[in-house]
């Protein structure tokens, strides 16, 4: 049996080329149930890394201009979005659910098509239900679907990982959040917006953020004289 056909059968999708990678002016993106019912049964990650990640996506988002759509499910019993997204997004209308499976609403799924836009970029929690089901809806109706792994979480981490191949599985693509600024920037001499993002990676990539900053002060430390 040759691989396409094999491919086929699976109901796996390649996903290679240049215009398969990320866009900014292509991207829209959809912040599902990052609220503190779902946080406080999340198990596959350290809740403050989800919540940092989710941050870090939210202003990734903002410094593109990527349209993003920030969606609860009964806000009344689980507690409206971190404010570390929400403050990204001042005065935003949430659009507060009832279906689990936010690509069965309408008032999102319409503000969504509403961009024009087809890379459709989703996190949430949980990555199992809230992601899943919307993800795999969306990628049978012929949307290019990334899902943000680290700006997602699940009750257990076998639920995440299951979650993943699943969606692997029905041909979504997978990303964390620094590899989708990665390519959303796609090249350092975009100087409108890489200082911006520069900012984001200081406060929400340790590591990363600050061997940026020492590199900062190494570059302007004065060369000492030799002396005389």
Known sequence: MSASLRTQEIGMTFRNGLASLLRPEDSVLVLIDHQPYQLANLNS?????????????????????VPTILTS???????????????????QEIIDRTLINTWEDPKVVDVVKATGRKQLVLAGLWTEVCVAMPAIQAAGEGWDVTVVTDASGAVST????????????????????????????????????????????IQHAAGSGIAYLWEQQLLNTPVPSPAS
């Open 73 to 91: 499910v009964v806000a009344d019993r689980g507690g409206h979005i971190f404010p570390q997204i929400t403050d990204v997004f001042p005065g």
């Open 45 to 65: 990650h350290d809740p403050h890394t989800v919540v940092n990640n989710s941050a870090a996506l939210a202003k990734a988002a903002k410094v593109f201009g």
């Open 158 to 201: 076998e639920a995440h990982e299951i979650a993943i191949q699943r969606m692997i599985a029905a041909g979504v693509n997978m990303i964390t959040w620094m590899a989708l600024a990665a390519e959303w920037q796609r090249d350092w001499a975009r100087s409108e917006t890489a200082g911006a993002l520069n900012e984001v990676v």
